[in-house]
């Protein structure tokens, strides 16, 4: 008989059959107890680790309820031997059990790494340090002592007047969108944002044009809808309208991010808006303007948006609190043409009823307050600091060898050094360095390689011997 000697611990405040459950399963999942090998008896077991019999009992009786033990009457309990290669045997599904072709055409889910992990250069991460949690609390206490019951009733579905007044001034001010309060759409961030726009304005099989390299999880809403992505390449004016038209002439939509392309952080030059615009007015086409993280901009002033261009409500402006506030907010917004609302509000209400009361209402208090304006004026010389750092290093180390582009703004830069960029980032994250190979950014072949370089969450300090690292990887 194996000895499942486990160790537990009396002072945990985990009870002690949830230790002695844990502990014997992943003695399991790890090979060290083998399919078929007795174990002691729930009477020995509470003997040898000196504890009841009863914790015991209930860890066994949850290890044969989930199928890592066996047993019978009269012959005892063993590690069930259906577990070949140390994974428990989950039950035959029956029937058939197929999924949609939209769903199964998606990407295996991978549980994001940075979930452990906040290393640089992480792209996607504001620094959560220096957000201002206490003020943010005290907000969030102040409101739910005075929450009248009407706030727990459902809620509009475009979102709460108050906040969606807040969005549009913000955005006329500080994006120069040509918008009323009325043409907001809170949402959960701009990926809900995207797929709420898909799902309006185009029909399955419908192509869209986005960028390459892009933001792979565009890509994933288009095939979550049954769309086509049509991948038009991006220069150093942004994306290349006249491509587009060669690429796919009968595309209904354009999918772009042009105050800081994702990853290249190209700001699309005013030729190339112009050129777009007219295109999604003579082809009957639109517009999604992913506006992710405009609020920062070094050399000069915020560059307008692409909405604010145009005259034909053809855009739809998509804009997300993840990095000015944090990304597990789940609050974005779309800024729609005043005569899609309505199908807007109805498709948004047939996904998901109403956005969150609660955190709509201290958004809305955290705006009016002046603490959104007065953290993102903090940050701003946070971020600009980092990117210098950031800069320098990379001009020490690489010198002419590599060149970085998309500096000006944003929280990103995409660093572009010929190599195998693919393996190079596998190794630089076994050292606790988190960057994209830009190659993954291409539905096609990578016309560039290299690295996109998150600073928004790397420590000052960190930024030089990363990118030491990164060179040292490069050179070796
Ligand atoms: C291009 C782009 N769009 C949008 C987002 C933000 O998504 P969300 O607002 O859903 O958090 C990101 C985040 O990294 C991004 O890189």
Redesign the pocket.
Known sequence: MTSILVAVDRRSRQPLYRQIYERVRSRVLRGELRPGELVPSTRELSRELGVSRIPVLNAYEQLLAEGYFESRAGAGTWVSSSLAGGRPATPKPRGERRVSKHAAALPPYQRPVWAENLGPFQ??QPDLHRFPIRTWARLVARYTRNMRVRALQYGDALGLPELREAIAAYARRSRGVRCEAGQVVILS???QALDLATRVLLDDGDAAWVEEPG?WLVHHVLKAAGCRASPVPVDAQGLDVAAGEELCRRARAAFV?PSHQ?PLGVTMSAARRMQLLAWAQRAGAWIVE?D?DSEYRYDSMPIASLQGMDANGRVIYAG?F?KVMF?SLRL?YLIVPSDLVERFAAMRRAIDLCPPNLTQAVMAEFIAEGHFARHIRRMRPVYASRRRVLVEAVEREFGGSAQLVGDEAGMHVALLLECDDVRLAAAAGRRGIQVSPLSASYTGPPARRGFVLGFGNAAESRIAPAVRLLRNLTAA
Do not use: K, L
């Open positions: 792209v996607g961030g701009s990926q933001y991010a994702y992913d992710y997300t993840s990304p974005g």
